[in-house]
């Protein structure tokens, strides 16, 4: 035993092990939830097979580690408790021997009240040592850590994870001491707030009190559709006070200028610069005079809702943070809610105004601050986040007195060597040769993987769709070989996901998209609103035909036949459904419809029809027609994994559509409402998850955005020659000079580039940044695979002098 007991952990260095010895560590320490790590030059080989060890190892309590002999160290004994290390030689011998992960042990056992910026490569273990420092401090004795903590991360989904994790955490320290002490915590755990900077400010407002000038009624909105139809009523506005200024732009699709519009609102949203009227923002000057339309129509959308906020007591997450931000509030927060510890992962896409916010924050709190990510990884710029946010913060602290550590984490457990290898590589051409790339020697990672493994990193190829057969077929194998493993297929922008699930079902594959935020916008719904519109008015040909081709009609019309019998008078159209053989079940729907409870409606139509079976059944036909000479197993499954999506879609929204009406009596023309809207503006509901037993036969697809929080075995990139830096891409972006905004935007008018003053100054510089930000992109592509991205690459003779595709980027590190 021990003069001092640990409370959280035990580094042992022991030069010979005896049956005692390895019971006593059991015994005392991890059946007690004290982790412990064995470092020795004596044989393992006689305790590795025992039960218990294995037991601990898997729970992450025990680890052991053989080091080499070294005779200076033959009859050493050395314990260091809870991170402290006395003695340097001997911990640097067993590290640089070993692939114990010290800087993780190092950060996890800093004092409780160090701030830590922890730079933290790819693959690095950067959660694991995020949940291994609470579990430090609850045993170093902070007890109501989790009532006076906050866990700040990038996405919804990534709280949730992290959440879990820590519940899991707990667990298996309960499986392995049986200590109540574990069950108390994770319970605990529901008090500590784990959630996205918007939450998180959410929360601080309601712990400041409801306080003028902005009381809350419900829950931050974002008013998205609403800015889209002041948008349209300013122009409309303002075609009729400048006819003449707004000439240039008759043309153009006011659909176009509104998003362009909402492209710029947003950007000045990120800033939480909130209404023009409170800050200096210039626009500068263009050769069609699109600033002075931009700054009325803005200045419009702000004024008029400013006073629908007013009038509502509704309001978005800048006019919290806006108010948040005075001092006076943030002294009241100390009261209201004693913030002691704060965590923001991915910090690297926080942006400037959200850091001076969070140093508003500390300042007003005196909480400790621990942030992680990786500068390499920063990649929302568009949304005004900054890769020096890290260097931002440190700065103003230590301007405070304030003392702060930073730990660079850069032994990589996730991918193999040879490809760490070649991202060691392109790292460093991409950091010399990309003013925009930060990269230094801390970024050179080092793989914890074996090194026998066989799999060869970047790997090119014609791995895409293209024009010539040979193409295809070298696609086509590509996927025959990667089928039912686990592969992403990762792309740059939002459209090219649809591109490709659509060119791998041309060859029999399929695709599992990410259901964030699309199950307004999935058949289930899309199909009930239609037999709803049709409910409404049966008498219209579109949402008649609609529905006869939908899952909920028999289909049996083809667009062809239409056409063939085609007549101005559009009643040719009913007449032809008429003769169809569920005429008359419809009929009798539509009746019952003005006289019974919707609900009751829909779910008899449902029973009757099964639409999910039909649905199913009409994919499993097409497919087999379209793919004769291919074994149907895999279709069967796509059949099956399809039908239950639809059916659980079905379900889920009935849940939502009854919660909506829970107060109210359903209709059928609220009914359409709340699907209309619903459907045009929501953007959070998921659908939920199959588990893979109904989706183990696809291939992944996403943006690199949404690949983000995930790792895969294998990832393909097929958009590697689209063009990083061309005149059809449309760029905003704000900077700062004397204290005043400015904004800079180019983008295409028809067949004219509209670039304004601002952005021609700053272009050169612009044009680099870009650069560096699809560096960055193209880093956390390649960085979340454990075996082998397959680059698509063809034969070229040329080779850019300046790098502006992905490809050229590659090619940097040959």
């Known amino acids: 035993m021990l003069d001092q007991q640990p409370k959280h952990s035990l580094f042992i260095f022991r030069n010979h092990l005896t049956d005692d010895f390895i019971e006593s560590l059991l015994d005392d320490y991890v059946y007690n939830g004290i982790k412990v790590y064995l470092f020795t030059m004596d044989s393992l080989k006689e305790y590795e097979d025992w039960d218990e060890w294995k037991e601990a190892k898997k729970r992450k309590l025990f680890g052991w580690w053989k080091v080499p002999y070294q005779t200076d160290y033959q009859g050493a004994s050395v314990s260091f408790i809870d991170g402290k290390v006395t003695n340097q030689q001997i911990y640097d011998y067993v590290c640089h021997h070993t692939d114990f992960p010290s800087k993780l042990y190092e950060a996890e056992h800093s004092p409780a009240n160090q701030h830590l910026i922890i730079s933290a490569g790819a693959g690095t273990g950067k959660t694991t040592w995020m949940i291994e420092r609470f579990l430090f401090l609850k045993h170093m004795g902070m007890e109501d ?91 409309r506005e303002y075609t009729q006070v400048s006819p003449e200024a707004f000439r240039p732009f008759t043309k153009t699709p006011r659909e176009n200028l509104v998003e362009l519009l909402l492209k710029m609102n947003e950007l000045l949203e990120c800033q939480y610069l909130g209404s023009l009227f409170h800050v200096k923002l210039h626009f500068g000057n263009d050769q069609v005079g699109f600033a002075p339309l931009a700054k009325f129509v803005l200045k419009y959308v702000h004024q008029h809702l400013e006073t629908e906020k007013k009038e509502l007591k509704q309001w978005e997450i800048q006019d919290v943070v806006r108010y948040l931000e005075r001092m006076v509030v943030m002294k009241r927060l100390k009261k209201k809610w004693n913030l002691r510890y704060l965590l923001i992962d991915e910090f690297q896409d926080v942006s400037p105004v959200q850091v001076d916010f969070l140093f508003r924050l500390q300042l007003a709190t005196q909480c400790t601050l621990t942030i992680t990510g990786d500068a390499k990884q920063s990649m929302y710029r568009f949304h005004g986040t900054e890769y020096t946010s890290f260097s931002a913060l440190k700065k103003r602290l230590i301007q405070q007195g304030e003392s702060v550590t930073t730990i660079h984490f850069t032994k990589n457990y996730r991918n193999t060597p040879r490809l760490v290898q070649q991202l060691n590589t392109l790292v460093m051409k991409w950091g010399n040769q990309l003013a925009s790339f930060p990269a230094s020697i801390y970024d050179q990672l080092q793989s914890m993987r074996p090194i026998g493994n066989k799999n060869k990193g970047i790997v090119f190829g014609p791995f895409a769709m293209g024009y010539a057969e040979s193409e295809n077929q070298a696609f086509r194998q590509l996927l025959e070989q990667l089928r039912g493993t686990d592969t992403a297929i990762l792309v740059r922008f939002d459209y090219q996901i649809q591109e490709v699930i659509k060119q791998c079902e041309q060859l029999g594959f399929f695709c599992e998209r990410s259901r964030l935020g699309n199950f307004y916008r999935s058949l289930p719904v899309r199909e009930m609103y239609i037999l709803v519109r049709f409910l409404l008015f049966p008498e219209n040909p579109s949402f008649a035909y609609a529905l006869h081709r939908s899952s909920y009609g028999v289909n049996t019309l083809s667009n062809d036949q239409l056409i063939e019998q085609f007549e101005p008078d559009q009643k040719v159209i009913l007449s032809l459904l008429e003769k169809q053989p569920d005429f008359i079940y419809w009929r009798q729907m539509q009746e019952l419809a003005q006289r019974k409870p919707i609900f009751s409606i829909l779910r008899m139509i449902i029973k009757d029809l099964s639409p999910h079976e039909v649905y199913s059944q009409r994919f499993l036909t097409r497919m087999k027609t379209i793919h004769p000479n291919r074994d149907i197993q895999d279709f069967v499954k796509e059949a099956r994994a399809r039908r239950m999506e639809y059916q659980m879609g079905v379900e889920k929204l009935f849940y939502l559509l009854r919660k909506h009406f829970s107060k109210s009596a359903a209709t059928l023309y609220g009914m359409e409402r709340v699907l209309r809207k619903y459907m045009e503006t929501d953007d959070q509901e998921m659908l939920d998850p199959l588990s893979t037993e109904y989706t183990g036969h696809r291939f992944h697809v996403m943006t690199i955005q949404q690949a983000k929080e995930n790792e895969f075995d294998h990832v393909i990139l097929p958009y590697t020659y689209d063009p990083l830096v061309s005149d059809s891409r449309t760029v905003v972006f704000l900077h700062k000079e004397n204290e005043e905004w400015r904004l800079n935007y180019r983008f295409l008018l028809s067949s004219l580039l509209v670039r304004n003053t601002y952005f021609m100054e700053r272009e050169p510089q612009e044009m680099k940044e870009i650069l560096g930000e699809e560096a960055r992109l193209l880093y956390i592509a390649l960085t979340r695979v454990r075996k082998q991205v397959f680059v698509h690459a063809i034969e070229e003779n040329k080779r850019s002098n300046l790098p502006n595709t992905w490809m050229d980027l590659l090619k940097m590190g040959e």
């Open 145 to 235: 850590l989790f009532f006076h903590s906050a866990f700040i991360t990038f996405t919804h989904q990534a709280a949730i994870k992290i959440r879990q994790r820590i519940i899991q955490r707990f667990r298996d320290y309960y499986e392995v001491t049986y200590q109540p002490i574990y069950l108390k915590w994770i319970d605990e755990v529901k008090h500590l707030h784990i959630s996205t900077l918007s939450a998180f400010v959410e929360t601080l407002f309601e712990k400041a009190g409801i306080h003028q000038p902005i009381p809350v009624t419900e829950k931050l909105r974002s008013f998205r559709k609403r800015k889209k139809e002041l948008m349209f009523e300013a122009i």
